[in-house]
């Protein structure tokens, strides 16, 4: 026999046809994101757990199309974030990553790091318009940096001991980051 349905039947129906249809799918998975990262932040590694990064210069192409060198582990606090605009748990994150660059974007290095095309970024950043410092690399990271997944951020310090390590849509503007950070900076 077959059951009768009942409401919630009918919204899990809906809720999984939203999915398959490619224009509901990514606003969905940005929004189921975004619920995550109100309850998970980065954890800091333990002191025994932090990986030393030799310090090195990230060799980088701007939007528009400058190279830039930024130094990694050579004396200033970095934050680094492999991601796409593609990427629904990337877009998930942006906008904390946004709020912590507009506090502490003159005091770190913020590097949002790509591989698309230049313009699909710039198209992208038209339509929302945050103001962190986003680049293509023209270098291979180091081992230590390198992660197949995205979004990957990491957090490094001055002399280049890795923070933290975040695989995965999190709150990059939690407390304990906040706290982690200003201790850094002292």
């Given at each position: 026999?077959?059951?009768?349905?009942?409401?919630?039947?009918?919204?899990?129906?809906?809720?999984?046809?939203?999915?398959?249809?490619?224009?509901?799918?990514?606003?969905?998975?940005?929004?189921?994101?975004?619920?995550?990262?109100?309850?998970?932040?980065?954890s800091?590694?333990?002191?025994?757990?932090?990986?030393?990064?030799?310090?090195?210069?990230?060799?980088?192409?701007?939007?528009?199309?400058?190279?830039?060198?930024?130094?990694?582990?050579?004396?200033?606090?970095?934050?680094?974030?492999?991601?796409?605009?593609?990427?629904?748990?990337?877009?998930?994150?942006?906008?904390?990553?946004?709020?912590?660059?507009?506090?502490?974007?003159?005091?770190?290095n913020?590097?949002?790091?790509?591989?698309?095309?230049?313009?699909?970024?710039?198209?992208?950043?038209?339509?929302?318009?945050?103001?962190l410092?986003m680049?293509t690399?023209?270098?291979?990271?180091?081992?230590?940096?390198?992660?197949?997944?995205?979004?990957?951020?990491?957090?490094?310090?001055?002399?280049?001991?890795?923070?933290?390590?975040?695989?995965?849509a999190?709150?990059?503007?939690?407390?304990?980051?906040?706290?982690?950070?200003d201790?850094?900076?002292?």
């Open positions: 026999m077959l059951k009768k349905l009942r409401w919630s039947d009918y919204v899990f129906g809906v809720f999984l046809l939203l999915l398959i249809i490619p224009q509901t799918r990514k606003p969905i998975q940005v929004a189921v994101n975004k619920a995550k990262i109100l309850v998970w932040s980065p800091i590694k333990a002191v025994e757990d932090q990986a030393q990064l030799i310090p090195f210069d990230y060799k980088v192409l701007s939007l528009d199309g400058k190279p830039k060198t930024i130094g990694v582990g050579k004396g200033k606090v970095t934050f680094i974030s492999y991601w796409a605009t593609w990427c629904a748990l990337c877009l998930a994150e942006l906008p904390n990553i946004e709020k912590l660059y507009v506090d502490y974007g003159e005091h770190i913020f590097v949002l790091l790509t591989n698309e095309a230049q313009e699909t970024v710039t198209t992208f950043l038209k339509k929302k318009p945050y103001t410092p680049y690399s023209r270098m291979a990271p180091p081992p230590l940096l390198l992660d197949k997944s995205i979004p990957t951020n990491y957090l490094i310090d001055q002399n280049g001991k890795i923070m933290s390590k975040a695989t995965g999190a709150d990059w503007n939690s407390k304990k980051v906040r706290s982690v950070i201790a850094l900076l002292e």
